[in-house]
């Protein structure tokens, strides 16, 4: 067996080996492998308990059970990010449609600039795109402004958005269910060197996650996003319009998810990143056994 090879961890569909895992010993550019497990391990284990978390602090009755909110999340790993980005509009649908987009809130996909079809796992830059449903955005997270990649993130949000928009839902087009508009983040953090821009995907994706999770919990009942929220989206100039189907309930989810955004530099520092990256390594070899 070549070195790097030893079976590191199984977990879920993500199979770990031993140079996946020293990536993130530093200084490393992560592969498709270590983000498909973070995904993994947010999906199986820290959305749940986020969930119940969110619901348990909250002051009064969350409008969504903790159980269908961290449902209302949608977490696609790369490989299939990679394959949607490739595709049609037509057969992103069909690709999606198994996973029942217009019932998710919020949709996280991490972006990949690797232009080659025939090399799933090229690529030399990550950054996260999600899709957020009360404002019906596509919203850009880039670590490296100018890195290239909001060319492959509008390439994606193009395959992904027809089928995400629900059917009659507020839209950018006058009335009806436009596809999402698309937003550059302006607020997100930079990294500081050339290689932790997979460490900031997986930090934003779980911030992001939990801060969905806790304006479910806190939503006045009958107010929360994951019910069906639905605002403007990206106007011809590249801003947002607020507003939609649901009034003020609308409106303000997509004000306190910008509130949110713009606090991202002074949470996401580049301590908290290298915190992150320790913290993915721990998690792999505690659940090996090692």
Known sequence: MRRGERKVLD???????????????????????????????????????AAAAAAAAAATAAA?????????????????????????????????????????GLVLLPVNDNPDVDRAAGGSHWSLLVFHRPSNTLRHYDSSAGSGNTAAARRLAAAVGPALARPGAGGAAAGGGGAPGFVGVEDMPHQTNGYDCGVYVLAVARAAAEQWLTLQASAPAGQGTAAGAEGGAEGAEGKEAVGGTEGEGAEGAVQRWREWERGLRAALTPEVVQGL??????????KAGE
């Open 277 to 286: 990256r320790r913290q993915v390594r721990e998690v792999i070899r505690a």
């Open 64 to 104: 969504t059970p903790a159980a269908a909110a961290a449902c209302s999340v949608l977490l696609l790993p790369p490989a299939t990010c990679f394959l949607l980005m490739h595709a049609g509009p037509d057969m992103a649908a069909d690709i999606l449609a198994p996973l029942k987009p217009c019932s998710r």
């Open 11 to 49: 977990f879920g569909d993500v199979l770990l080996r031993e140079a996946d895992v020293e990536l993130l010993e530093g200084p490393h550019w992560l592969n498709d492998q270590i983000v498909s497990f973070y995904f993994e391990y947010m999906e199986r284990e820290v959305l749940p308990a």
